[in-house]
């Protein structure tokens, strides 16, 4: 078990340009999250998978954002027409959910964009 | 809308000199409050998951605590190595419209010096 893998771990772009990041989450876990944290700010919800299904998007995710999760393995969070404003770390989460019983979140180191 | 407040922003501790954290929350219908420490360049790293008020839960020299309108995170004769972000988030109940989403706070930054 490695643990929640994210690449890249930093990313600086300029504005305008299109970046796609790569989550690879603990193998046996059947749930994966993105969030979105900025500086001494707490992680904010953008999406989850359960397999390859996505289930719930946050209703402040701009439609430049989308998420995939083929096969429901790894998962890709591309942003179109990047902004300065998404200059953020964007983390991935990985759980394995039962039914009707609270889960635990494992979280990835990020991967930081920069956009100039 | 689920809101998490965390207090103080920052606390700077002497090594040895027990404190207290603030998590104060309002959620419809709470399923779950978790804590979590981060360490800096790294994602939040799981503490501990409570359920219902009067719940209390330890970890080494952390003891998190629940009521209904808030959680508290003592810390007993801390270390160097405890200094961190400490992170609480909310999960509501679904059954209240909540979907699996954590709402977390903006932090405490611990910081224990020798």
């Keep these: 078990d490695t643990g929640v893998s994210q690449n890249p771990r930093h990313k600086i772009t300029k504005r305008g340009q299109n970046v796609t990041f790569r989550c690879d989450p603990i193998s046996e876990h059947n749930r994966l999250y993105w969030y979105r944290q900025t500086l001494g700010q707490g992680p904010e919800f953008l999406t989850y998978f359960q397999n390859e299904a996505q289930l719930e998007k946050s209703r402040l995710l701009s439609d430049r954002f989308s998420a995939e999760r083929p096969k429901g393995s790894f998962s890709t969070l591309e942003i179109q027409r990047t902004e300065q404003g998404d200059s953020a770390m964007y983390l991935c989460a990985s759980s394995l959910a039962v039914a009707a019983t609270n889960e635990k979140l494992f979280f990835g180191s990020g991967t930081q964009l920069s956009v100039l | ?114």
């Design chain 2, 1 to 114: 809308e689920d809101q998490v407040t965390q207090s103080p922003e920052a606390l700077r501790l002497q090594e040895g000199e027990s404190s207290s954290l603030n998590c104060s929350y309002t959620v419809s219908g709470l399923r779950g409050l978790f804590w979590y420490r981060q360490d800096p360049g790294k994602g939040p790293e799981f503490l501990f998951t409570l359920y219902s008020a009067g719940e209390e839960k330890e970890k080494e020299r952390l003891k998190a605590t629940l009521t209904k309108k808030e959680s508290f995170l003592h810390i007993t004769a801390p270390k160097p190595e405890d200094s961190a972000t400490y992170l609480c988030a909310v999960q509501a109940n679904p059954r209240s419209g909540g979907g699996n989403k954590l709402t977390f706070g903006t932090g405490t930054q611990l910081k224990v010096e020798l």
